[in-house]
């Protein structure tokens, strides 16, 4: 069985700080783990992928995020928020793209 | 736009009633899949399609719920004698095999 979870349900954050959104994953094989964004009104868009080649994943719009087996986290970060930024981060896990298992959402808030 | 087009965008219908959804995914996509999102929730896994075979069906999916896609492109979602508890966000989604899932903007429900 495969699980996410999201550690924080909110995050707010001044611009141009660091932004960090944790993610821990439960999986019996070896996972693909996903970042996903929706903004309001507007579909859920891609933002990084993991698939077991490099551990830190480099994303669209400043984003990254690094797998650690370890820990079992897959923690999204950004050195600098801005205020377009300001949305709703999922963490989703699954085996390729099939069946896609999504974390309960951080909703993350930008502040001037 | 050749993104993936979900309609009607919104819908509400009364308790009781049959409601039906309809996808279009990306054209070159052979995969298409079905979620649904509550407030506050993460989407849930409902359904997919491999072209035009239902390949996995969620417990979520009751006996209310069918999905077709006929000729492996469109797709619909028909939900018959609607519940308050259908009420949600329905998403669909495609991709090509075991590439990423595009999302669409979703159909948000309210049953009355």
């Not at chain 1, 964004?37 to 992928?49: A, F, I, R, S, W």
């Not at chain 2, 509400?12 to 979620?35: A, M």
Request: contains cysteine; glycine residues 6%.
């Amino acid at each position: 069985a495969q699980s996410v979870t999201q550690l924080d349900s909110h995050v707010s954050v001044s611009e141009g700080t660091p932004v960090l959104l944790r993610c821990n994953y439960s999986s019996s094989y070896s996972p693909s783990l996903f970042w996903y964004v929706q903004h309001p009104n507007k579909g859920l868009q891609l933002l990084l992928k993991y698939t077991s080649a490099a551990t830190l994943v480099k994303g669209i719009n400043g984003f990254e995020a690094e797998f650690k087996k370890s820990e079992t986290s897959f923690h999204l970060t950004k050195p600098s928020a801005h205020m377009s930024d300001a949305a709703e981060y999922f963490c989703v896990v699954g085996p390729n793209t099939d069946k896609l298992i999504f974390g309960t959402g951080t909703r993350l808030q930008v502040f001037p | 736009d050749t993104g993936v087009s979900q309609d009607p965008r919104h819908k509400i219908t009364k308790r009781g009633q049959n409601v039906t959804f309809r996808c279009d995914p990306i054209s070159e996509h052979n995969r298409l899949y079905w979620y649904r999102q509550t407030l506050g929730q993460g989407p849930e896994f409902l359904t997919y399609f491999q072209n035009e075979a239902q390949l996995e069906k969620s417990r979520l999916l009751s006996d209310r719920f069918s999905a077709e896609r006929p000729k492996g492109s469109f797709s619909t979602l028909e939900i018959q004698r609607t519940e308050q508890g259908d009420s949600a966000m329905y998403l669909c989604a495609s991709s090509k095999t075991n590439t990423e899932a595009f999302f669409g903007q979703g159909t948000r429900l309210t049953v009355v």
